[in-house]
């Protein structure tokens, strides 16, 4: 079993910034892919970004730009950069690590216009 604990969400103005982190703990595989999705309200849950083992990135068109994937591999941490923040990047963000497939448990992110 693999353990994600998000942390740095919360409520910022149009035009802000955020730094999300999520550490991941357990029985992590030698070769994995770390990754952002986010869920608005009445919405699916989307892509945000991944970063895959080779340091390879992802990004949705929709952050693309204003948004940053990195990890620290050593301490099995991705950190999600948010930057020119806009009210519809308002979401619950989830952490993800694959393969297989874990979630954290999300951090809400809110952007006041």
């Known amino acids: 079993q693999v353990q994600l604990v998000e942390s740095g969400g919360g409520l910022v103005q149009f035009g802000g910034s955020l730094r999300l982190s999520c550490a991941a703990s357990g029985s992590i595989p030698s070769i994995y892919v770390m990754g952002w999705y986010r869920q608005a309200p009445g919405k699916q849950r989307e892509l945000v970004a991944k970063i895959f083992d080779s340091g390879m990135t992802v990004y949705a068109d929709s952050v693309k730009g204003r948004f940053t994937i990195s990890e620290d591999k050593a301490n099995h941490t991705v950190y999600l950069q948010m930057n020119t923040l806009k009210p519809e990047d308002t979401a619950v963000y989830y952490c993800?690590?694959?393969?297989?497939?874990?979630w954290g448990q999300g951090t809400q992110v809110t952007v006041s216009s």
């Open positions: 993800t690590l694959s393969s297989p497939t874990y």
